[in-house]
């Protein structure tokens, strides 16, 4: 039995770990009850990567009960402790509940080296993209300009206890699955985009490098800024989710993912060219504005081009997943000269 099914199983939960969930909770007593809640549940024989959520019931130490969410990520060849340390150390720099511009992330909890898997407490509410597909203008707004002052606390946090979480997340050359992976992959299947898609992608890997070569100064990066990871909590609370890909690297990284996205997720459901301007405008100048910085000619150039990286990857997904979107992928790849 491939041991994975175990996080699955919510007396093995309770059992194994009400020690450990309590322990860094000291807020709580005890825990009522646990219920199980599949995210992603990818079992093999032996192989796996789970995401579990348990909405765990709990008493407080004046005999209140409160329900909150705590999550496992969970991989059996990519070790989640980077996402362990990488909460723990936003956690220790002001990413919490008590932050007065109400700009948060999960709490961690503990790193399972049986599951390899880390344990922290989610954040509850709707993404983004939720907000984007249901047309929702004014949360949207609201989301893209909190979105940016929250990247902007990431990008100035101080990076001298920071270790790099996700290393080969660091290059566009090494971002997994990697070029050499990608490239084989598109010539193999689809050899009449493939000329055009390696030269835009050189193109971008060249910039990148040579703006690393140019200084030694890094910033932390989330490296998968999109709209399905920017949740809205209550009380206009903004989090961001999924720190897998954490790392040190350009800071304009994020910025181009995150506004690439939003074009790519507002014109595709609200169909607006107009509006998703206008969002990934309040987004940019929110970024500046929190951040004290100015859009320069050479921070516009180094955005764009993890623009056009951000719109390669979601080409290369398109024509690489099990049921190929080629017509989707067409139309990307066409807005490269």
């Known amino acids: 039995m491939n041991k994975a099914l175990q996080l699955f199983d919510e007396q093995y ?30 079992i093999w024989e032996t192989t796996y990567h789970v995401v579990v959520e348990y909405v765990t019931t709990l008493k407080t130490k004046d005999d209140k009960k409160e329900t909150i969410s705590i999550f496992c990520s969970a991989h059996s060849s990519e070790p989640r402790k980077n996402v362990y340390e990488s909460l723990k150390f936003l956690c220790k720099n002001g990413f919490n509940d008590a ?52 990247f902007a606390k990431l990008h100035g946090m101080p990076i001298e206890e920071a270790k790099n979480f996700n290393k080969d997340n660091s290059r566009i050359k090494t971002v997994k699955p990697g070029m050499d992976y990608i490239f084989e992959k598109i010539e193999t299947a689809y050899p009449e985009y493939f000329e055009k898609y390696k030269q835009a992608y050189e193109r971008v890997n060249q910039q990148e490098k ?16 999109h709209p399905e990871n920017i949740i809205k909590m209550s009380g206009g609370k903004i989090a961001v ?32 060219g107009a509006y ?46 099990h049921h190929p979107m080629v017509e989707r992928a067409e139309q990307l790849l066409n807005t490269f000269i």
Request: glycine share 4%; hydrophobic share 40%.
């Open 241 to 272: 989710i999924d720190f897998t890909d954490l790392c040190l690297s350009d800071f304009a990284r994020d910025l181009g993912s995150c506004l690439q996205q939003l074009n790519f997720k507002i014109t595709r459901h609200i169909e607006d």
């Open 276 to 321: 998703a301007e206008k969002v990934k405008k309040i987004f940019l100048e929110s970024y500046l504005k929190n951040a004290k910085i100015k859009l320069t000619e050479d921070l516009e150039k180094r955005i764009n081009a993890y623009y056009d990286w951000t719109t390669l990857r979601t080409i290369a997904f398109f024509l690489t997943k």
């Open 99 to 150: 932050d007065k511009k109400k700009l948060t992330a999960p709490y961690p909890l503990f790193y399972s080296k049986y599951f390899k898997g880390t344990f922290y407490v989610g954040v509850r509410g709707k993404n983004l993209y939720y907000y984007i597909k249901e047309k929702k203008f004014k949360d949207i707004e609201f989301i893209a300009s909190r979105a940016g002052a929250w």
């Open 13 to 42: 939960i309770l059992k194994t770990y009400r020690k450990k969930i309590l322990a860094r909770l000291p807020q709580y007593k005890s825990i009522q009850k646990i219920q199980v809640e599949q995210h992603k549940s990818l």
């Open 210 to 225: 040579k703006f690393l070569a140019s200084t030694d100064k890094r910033w932390l990066v989330h490296g998968d800024a």
